[in-house]
């Protein structure tokens, strides 16, 4: 799949629909957490936990290195985060 980490983790539908926002859910569906996101798009702990707070914070070459990982478009990662700015 990638150089990093392989997806193990797996999270329940339940904790999919807690979500906060669309990002967060999008990650937990692709089972990654947030200590794999700060491997993935390079980095700290702190950065990735507010960039998963306030998805509109992500830069454009980190949503690149996570549709990367995740086999997704940029366009796909970017979509859905606005998809979370125009829900608010």
């Given amino acids: 799949m990638n150089t990093y980490i ?3 983790k797996k999270y329940s539908l339940a904790k999919i629909r ?10 937990r569906i692709y089972g990654i957490s947030n200590s794999t996101l700060c491997k993935v798009i390079g980095v700290n702990y702190a950065t990735s936990r507010d960039f998963i707070k306030i998805p509109s914070n992500l830069r454009f070459i980190h949503a690149h290195r996570l549709a990367d990982f995740i086999g997704l478009t940029v366009q796909d990662v970017v979509d859905t985060i606005v ?4 829900k608010q």
Avoid: C, I
Avoid at 83 to 86: A, E, G, K, T
């Fill in 6 to 8: 392989a997806m193990t």
């Fill in 18 to 27: 807690q979500s906060r926002n669309e990002f967060e859910a999008l990650l």
């Fill in 83 to 86: 998809y979370d700015l125009n």
